[in-house]
């Protein structure tokens, strides 16, 4: 597990939970796992993470992006995506927010964030495309421009039994 946060309050919840994870499963056999902990901006820890080589070309890996908004910039996705040198890429889990995302697009006031969020200079298209648009724009991204074979929309709901998509 390789994880990460800019924030000192977060990291510190992080260690936390990875001190009373279990060393056993529930079998009694012996759980072989690391859990790499990092201080920093993603954007800025992925060298670093894909560089140490725990993170084997063979091997099933998912990454999960649970970013605020706008903080996964696109040249990250470009480097997690080309990682493996097969045709098996790392996993993505993405979460998009779609629910608010054009009042987040609206009030961002740094378009050089939109710019490297997007990867793209046509960010400013997505101001005017609906909710299914812009996720339909983001699955072709994926398709097209980091080679990912399989992508699909999992929406996210706001309640368990249903409501707004927010992711």
């Not at 994870?21 to 990092?38: A, F, S, T, V």
């Not at 699909?152 to 707004?164: D, Q, S, Y």
């Amino acid at each position: 597990f390789h994880l990460c946060d800019k924030s000192k309050a977060q990291i510190a919840r992080l260690e936390e939970l990875k001190k009373v994870q279990p060393i056993r499963d529930g079998k009694g056999k012996k759980l072989y796992r690391k859990i790499h902990i990092y201080q920093g901006d993603f954007n800025a820890q992925i060298d670093r993470i894909l560089g140490e080589g725990n993170i084997s070309q063979k091997q099933a890996t998912f990454c999960l992006l649970d970013q605020r908004t706008f903080e996964c910039r696109w040249e990250t996705l470009e480097k997690i995506a080309r990682y493996k040198e097969s045709e098996n890429k790392i996993e993505l889990f993405y979460f998009l927010a779609n629910g608010w995302l054009e009042r987040a697009l609206a009030a961002q006031k740094d378009t050089e964030v939109l710019r490297k969020w997007w990867g793209r200079e046509d960010w400013t298209a997505l101001r005017q495309m609906t909710r299914e648009e812009r996720r339909d724009a983001l699955v072709a991204r994926f398709k097209k421009d980091l080679g990912y074979k399989s992508v699909k929309a999992w929406p996210i709901f706001e309640r368990e039994n249903g409501g707004a998509i927010m992711y």
